[in-house]
C-alpha cells in the first residue's frame, strides 16, 4: 500500500452558535456564558420548500443544508461516499417518541417521528436529496463519531476505493438530554464551557482541486492506550504521512473549560508535544460530541487562510499568526477513543 | 477485496440459542426461536417474537458480571457473542496484536431508558444507564469486559448495522489500521423499536413470511453476532487455522425512502452486483443467496426483483432465515452472516420456513430442501436497512 496520499478538503460548511454558513468566527466570534447554548439557524425558509423545512427536525435541515451548500461550493452533487458522524443522532424525534411512548402508554402512538429517529436517517436524508446511491454510513460513537467517519473516508480515498466523500459532523442537544448529559457530569457542571450543537458537512477528494481549504493527511485513532500506545499511534500518523514532529507548527485539542477533561489533554500535550503552540475550538463552538469536527473544521479555515486568530490559541497571545504550516489536531473522547488528526496547507 | 481477508472466528447469540452449535442444530432441525414474548414487557405482547431465551441476570452469571453492575440487555448479548468468537478464533489478550471492535447497534441501551426515562429527567438514582444509553457506549461495555480492544468503533445504519461493520471491519484490515477485526452488530427488543415498527403497521402477528404471497409482516427477534476477521500475514504470524474467506462487500444507498425501498430494488440491486465486483464473482459462481428477507410485503417485493435483475433466470438457493431468528436488525448482518458461514462450511441450505405460496410477481420461490444443487463454494448475505442503507457480503470456501 502506498504510504503517499493526496488528500483534500476541498469546502466546509457549518450551522452551529456561531454565525451560521459563514467564517465569521474567525474574526467576530461569539461568546457565550450560559451553560447551554443552541445553534443559530439561518432562515430556512429561504433554502427550502415550505413543506420540506416543516417537516424536516433541526438536525436533518441543518444537515441537508451544509451538505447541499458544500457540493455547490465544490461542484461534486454526487459523492462516491457520505458518512456521518453523530453522537446522539436524530435525539429530539427519538425524546418525542420516548416522551409520548413512556408518559401516554404504547396504544396511542403515531410512525413519524419514529422514522426519523434513527442515526442513519441524516446520511439517507443527504443521499435521497442528491440521489446518491454510493457508499452511506453512520458512526454512532460518543466524541469520537466524527473522527471514526473521517477515518472510514480517509482509508477509502487512500485506496482510492472512492474518489470523493461527504463527511459530516451532526449533533442537537435538546434541553431534555442536556439535563440528563448534565446529571453524568458530561455536559454543564464546569466553571467554564458550555453546551453547543453542531452541524458541518466537508467535501473530501483524492485529487487538489482550486480554491480547496487544506490536505488531510492522516487519521489515526487508539481506544484506552497507555502512553506507549498513544505515541505510537501518533508516530504511525506522522510516518504514514512521511512527516515528523517537527513539520507540526501548532496542535489543536478539545480543552472545554472541564476539568477532567482538560487535564488530561494537559498532560498528553506535556508528554507528546511539549513545545508545541496550543489551539483550542470549543471556546467558540461549545461542548457536543461531533464537536471535532468543527474543530477540523476551524483548523481547515486557518490553513487555507494562512493566519490563526490570537483568540484561538490556549494561552494569551497578542495578534493573529501569519503562516501555517502543519496542525495536529488531538482529541479524546472522555479519556477512552483518542484519535490524531493530521492537516497541511494544499502547497505542502 | 483489496487483500484477501479470512474469517478465523465467529459467536452467536440469537432465539436459537447462545453458540453456533445450538444455532446450527435448530437450522438442520427446522426449529425456528420464535414464541410469544417472554422478557419484554409490552402491551403488545400479541406479537410473537424471537427472544434470546435468557433473562438479563442470566447472562449476567453467564458472564460472571456482578449483579448490581450497569449492564444493558444489548450489551450482554454482544458481550456472549464476542466472547464465543474470540474462543473460537484463539485470541487472547496481550497477544501483541492489534484488535479492533467494530460494532453495529441502533437502539443501545434503550431497554432501560425506556423504563427509567422519568428518572432521568427528574432525578439523579439512575445516572449510569444516562450514561450507557447511547450506541457507543453499548460497545465500549463490551469491549472492556475484555480489555483486549485498541480500536472501537460503532456503526449505525439501521437493520444494515453488523454488515457494514463487518465490512468496515475489513476495510481496517486492509488499510493496516488493525491486525484483528472482530466485527457484527448486537440489537435486543425494546418497546421503542416494536412501538415504531408497530406504528408504520410492519408487524406479523403470525410467524412470518418471507417471500410468500400472503406475508403479512415481520416478527422482531434480538441477538448479536461477531466475525473474526484477520489478514493472511497476521494469520500465518499466530498459527491460526482460517475457517473461509469474506471475499466481497458492498454498500449502497437506495436513496429512495426513509423507511420503504424502492419497487425495483435499485440499491439493493447495487449492493448485491458490487459485491460480486468486489469479490471478482459472476452471478454464478453463488450458490446461496441468505436474503433479507423480512417478510414486509415491500421489502420482499423489492429485494426479490433485485435479486431476479442481478440472476436473471438462474437464481440460486434463496432463503429468509427470519423465520428462524425473527429480524434482529442491528445485528442481523452479522446473525445472518453466521448463518451464512454455517451453510458454506457444512454445505448446507438453510430453509425458508413457512413459506406456502408463490409470490406472483417473481419468477423463483424461496429454497425449502437442505440440499444444495450443487457443493457452496460461495454464499451472498444481502441486508438492507431504513433510509435505504444496503449491504451485501459474500463468505466462499478457502
Not at chain 1, 427519538?94 to 441524516?122: C, D, K, W
Not at chain 1, 479519556?335 to 497541511?344: A, E, P, R, T, W
Not at chain 2, 405482547?45 to 434470546?52: D, I, K, L, R
Request: aromatic content about 8%.
Amino acid at each position: 500500500m502506498s504510504t503517499t496520499n493526496d488528500i483534500y478538503i476541498l469546502a466546509a460548511k457549518q450551522i452551529s452558535v456561531q454565525p451560521p454558513l459563514t467564517d465569521e468566527w474567525l474574526d467576530d466570534p461569539l461568546r457565550y456564558a450560559a451553560p447551554y447554548a443552541r445553534a443559530i439557524d439561518p432562515d430556512y425558509r429561504q433554502h427550502f420548500a415550505p413543506n420540506v423545512a416543516r417537516r424536516l427536525g433541526k438536525i436533518l435541515k441543518r444537515a441537508l443544508l451544509t451538505s447541499r451548500q458544500v457540493a455547490a461550493a465544490t461542484g461534486v452533487t454526487n459523492p462516491d461516499a457520505i458518512i456521518t458522524g453523530t453522537g446522539l443522532g436524530c435525539i429530539e424525534n427519538t425524546e418525542i417518541f420516548l416522551n409520548a411512548l413512556v408518559r401516554e402508554g404504547e396504544e396511542l402512538l403515531t410512525p413519524t417521528y419514529f422514522m426519523q429517529s434513527t442515526h442513519n436517517t441524516i446520511s439517507s436524508l443527504i443521499a435521497i436529496d442528491a440521489g446518491c446511491r454510493g457508499y452511506n454510513s453512520t458512526y454512532v460513537h460518543k466524541g469520537a463519531s466524527f473522527e471514526c467517519a473521517l477515518a472510514d473516508a480517509f482509508a477509502q480515498l487512500e485506496s482510492r476505493r472512492i474518489q470523493t466523500a461527504l463527511v459530516g459532523a451532526h449533533d442537537e442537544m435538546t434541553p431534555g438530554y442536556f439535563t440528563l448529559l448534565t446529571r453524568t457530569g458530561y455536559l454543564g457542571r464546569a466553571a467554564a464551557g458550555f453546551s453547543g450543537e453542531v452541524a458541518l458537512s466537508m467535501m473530501l477528494a483524492a485529487a487538489r482541486r482550486e480554491n480547496a481549504l487544506c490536505r488531510l493527511r492522516g487519521v489515526e485513532m487508539t481506544y484506552r492506550p497507555d502512553s506507549n500506545a498513544l505515541r505510537q499511534a501518533l508516530l504511525r500518523l506522522l510516518q504514514r504521512a512521511q512527516c515528523t514532529l517537527n513539520d507540526v507548527d501548532a496542535v489543536m485539542t478539545g480543552v472545554s473549560g472541564q476539568q477532567v477533561n482538560d487535564q488530561l489533554y494537559a498532560s498528553v500535550c506535556t508528554a507528546l508535544f511539549p513545545r508545541k503552540p496550543l489551539l483550542r475550538y470549543k471556546h467558540l463552538f461549545g461542548e457536543a460530541y461531533t464537536a471535532s469536527g468543527l474543530g477540523v473544521y476551524a483548523a481547515a479555515v486557518c490553513l487555507s487562510r494562512q493566519r490563526i486568530p490570537a483568540h484561538l490559541f490556549a494561552e494569551h497571545r497578542r495578534g493573529e499568526q501569519r503562516g501555517v504550516g502543519h496542525i495536529l489536531f488531538y482529541s479524546h473522547a472522555e479519556g477512552k477513543n483518542h484519535s490524531f488528526i493530521l492537516l497541511s496547507p494544499c502547497g505542502k | 477485496m483489496a487483500k484477501e481477508i479470512f474469517v478465523t472466528g465467529y459467536g452467536i447469540a440469537s432465539a436459537l440459542g447462545a453458540g453456533k452449535e445450538a444455532t446450527l442444530s435448530a437450522l438442520r432441525e427446522r426449529r425456528t426461536g420464535i414464541a410469544p414474548m417472554r422478557y419484554l414487557k409490552t402491551a403488545h405482547a400479541e406479537f410473537p417474537v424471537g427472544e434470546v431465551k435468557m433473562s438479563n441476570g442470566e447472562m449476567m452469571r453467564a458472564l460472571r458480571i456482578p449483579e448490581a453492575a450497569v449492564a444493558t440487555r444489548t450489551s450482554l448479548m454482544g458481550t456472549i457473542a464476542v466472547r464465543e468468537a474470540l474462543e473460537h478464533a484463539r485470541i487472547r489478550g496481550q497477544s501483541g496484536l492489534r484488535v479492533a471492535l467494530i460494532s453495529g447497534v441502533t437502539v443501545g441501551g434503550m431497554d432501560k431508558t425506556e423504563l427509567y426515562y422519568l428518572d432521568f429527567l427528574e432525578n439523579d438514582t439512575k445516572n449510569a444507564y444516562i450514561a450507557a444509553h447511547d450506541c457507543g457506549a453499548c460497545t465500549e461495555m463490551i469491549a472492556d469486559y475484555f480489555g483486549i480492544f485498541s480500536a472501537v468503533q460503532t456503526i449505525s445504519t439501521a437493520c444494515s448495522s453488523a454488515a457494514n461493520a463487518i465490512m468496515r471491519g475489513a476495510m481496517l484490515l486492509s488499510s493496516g489500521r488493525a491486525d484483528v477485526a472482530v466485527a457484527g452488530g448486537c440489537e435486543c427488543i425494546t418497546k421503542f423499536h416494536l412501538n415504531g415498527f408497530n406504528t408504520l403497521m410492519i408487524l406479523d402477528r403470525k410467524p412470518c413470511r418471507p417471500f410468500d404471497a400472503h406475508r403479512a409482516g415481520l416478527n422482531l427477534g434480538e441477538g448479536a453476532a461477531y466475525l473474526v476477521l484477520e489478514a493472511e500475514d497476521t494469520l500465518r504470524g499466530r498459527g491460526a487455522e482460517p475457517l473461509c474467506r469474506l471475499s466481497g462487500a458492498a454498500n449502497t444507498c437506495d436513496a429512495y425512502h426513509q423507511t420503504a425501498s424502492s419497487p425495483n430494488g435499485e440499491g439493493a440491486y447495487l449492493s448485491m452486483a458490487k459485491a460480486l465486483e468486489d469479490a471478482r464473482l459472476t452471478p454464478k459462481d453463488v450458490g446461496y443467496i441468505n436474503a433479507h428477507g423480512t417478510g414486509t410485503e415491500n421489502n420482499d417485493l423489492s429485494e426479490g426483483r433485485a435479486i431476479q435483475r442481478v440472476f436473471g433466470d438462474s437464481v440460486p438457493p434463496v432463503s429468509s432465515t427470519k423465520p428462524f431468528t425473527g429480524h434482529t436488525t442491528s445485528a442481523a448482518g452479522g446473525v445472518e452472516a453466521v448463518i451464512a458461514l454455517l451453510a458454506l462450511q457444512h454445505s448446507f441450505i438453510p430453509v425458508n420456513l413457512n413459506f406456502e405460496q408463490p409470490m406472483p410477481e417473481l419468477a423463483f420461490t424461496p429454497a425449502v430442501t437442505e440440499r444444495p444443487p450443487v457443493p457452496l463454494r460461495h454464499v451472498l448475505s444481502n441486508s438492507f436497512g431504513f433510509g435505504g442503507n444496503d449491504t451485501s457480503l459474500i463468505f466462499s470456501t478457502l
